[in-house]
């Protein structure tokens, strides 16, 4: 079958699309399609090639993205910023427990969400009432986790690098302390915890060397002109002791 991969705002995740008898589907060009929020914007990264149908339904790329759509994506931007400071104030009014974290219109307009994070279930019935009333459109409140927040919002992690969420990785993996454990780091939570307040996504990154690196262990190691022989090794966690041989 064939497909072609698209990424919408700022995620990184990639959806495929059937794209039909649409042609000059390149790296770059900006598509309209229908996805589960409503249809938006997005933009091929995966060239149309043959690929394993997925499990999921695959719906159809609706059309190449004309300057209408893309006049009327930016507008939706702009309003959306506006949204976001309303919805703000009726928050405080209504003195809800909860924070918000993003708004998206779908491209045409039918569909205002509020993205948001909180401890437990929010009653927002007046709210929606309120926003509906204002924005005069179909309002949907959307609840996430911190981690989904995180790489919403993006932000510089403690390594100097973009977060990994909001830069390349497409899904989270369950981080547990025993990975801190196996690779010898100190167990200091808060150190080793990202901007959503949840362990780092990369303590799982080399995991699997540790859990097999073993065997791979050298018990001798040349060394500029000598022979060192290692005498104690403990997989990726600290240097080998060497005792040189003379």
Do not use: W
């Amino acid at each position: 079958m064939v497909l072609t991969g698209v990424r919408f705002r700022s995620s990184v995740k990639v959806y495929f699309f059937d794209p039909g008898d649409i042609e000059n589907l390149v790296v770059g060009t900006k598509i309209v399609a229908e996805t589960e929020r409503g249809i938006t914007i997005g933009k091929i990264v995966i060239p149309p090639r043959e690929m394993e149908p997925p499990s999921t339904e695959v719906k159809k790329i609706i059309r190449i993205a004309n300057e209408e759509d893309l006049m009327q994506y930016k507008k939706n931007e702009e309003d959306e910023k506006s949204a976001f400071k309303i919805c703000l104030e009726f928050i405080e009014k209504h003195n809800l427990p909860m924070k918000l974290i993003s708004t998206e219109y779908t491209l045409d307009r039918s569909k205002l969400v509020f993205y948001f994070t909180a401890d437990g279930r929010i009653d927002f019935r007046e709210l929606v009432k309120d926003l509906a009333r204002t924005f005069k459109t179909r309002i949907e409140m959307r609840q996430i986790g911190v981690r989904d927040a995180a790489k919403q919002c993006s932000g510089v992690a403690v390594c100097g690098r973009e977060l990994c969420c909001s830069s390349f990785l497409s899904g989270f993996n369950p981080i547990s302390i025993k990975m801190i454990r196996v690779q010898g780091l100190p167990l200091n939570p808060s150190k080793l915890s990202g901007m959503c307040g949840r362990l780092l996504c990369c303590l799982a990154y080399e995991i699997k060397n540790y859990l097999e690196g073993g065997d791979l262990q050298p018990t001798a190691i040349e060394y500029l002109s000598s022979l060192d022989e290692a005498v104690d090794a403990e997989t990726l966690s600290k240097l080998d002791e060497k005792e040189n041989e003379k």
